[in-house]
């Protein structure tokens, strides 16, 4: 399973951008899929997961009522769209796959696969 994220830019604080997450070789549309993201010196910790069918939708305090997660699985995609942006939101995003699991998780480890990150620099 590969992971291909794109959509990162420079944007003002306030402004918004679109993630998008391509999932591509062996990949099953029954899994959850989830947003990470690490900052300059920080650890990296969750944004926002989705369930196998959309149907959940989990999202880290720091980021709710401003970040959207969705997926189309006909296309394999994932995406997080992200509003109202913060000089604190500035990070390297990762999208994750669970390798079989349905449900949604905060954990890193229960992420089999992830992809190689999208920067994304929000300037006050």
């Known amino acids: 399973v590969q992971l291909q994220a794109s959509g990162g830019g420079l944007v003002q604080a306030g402004g918004s951008l679109r993630l998008s997450c391509a999932a591509s070789?062996?990949?099953?549309?029954?899994?959850?899929m989830g947003w990470f993201r690490q900052a300059p010196g920080k650890e990296r910790e969750f944004v926002a997961a989705i369930n196998w069918n959309g149907a959940g939708t989990h999202y880290a305090d720091s980021v709710k009522g401003r970040f959207t997660i969705s997926r189309d699985n006909a296309k394999k995609m994932v995406y997080l769209q992200m509003i109202s942006l913060k000089p604190e939101d500035t990070a390297v995003y990762y999208c994750?796959?669970?390798?079989?699991?349905?449900?949604?998780?905060?954990?890193?480890?229960?992420?089999?696969?992830w992809g190689q990150g999208t920067l994304v620099t929000v300037s006050s």
């Open positions: 994750a796959s669970r390798s079989r699991a349905l449900s949604y998780s905060v954990f890193e480890y229960e992420y089999a696969y």
């Open positions: 070789g062996r990949t099953s549309n029954n899994v959850a």
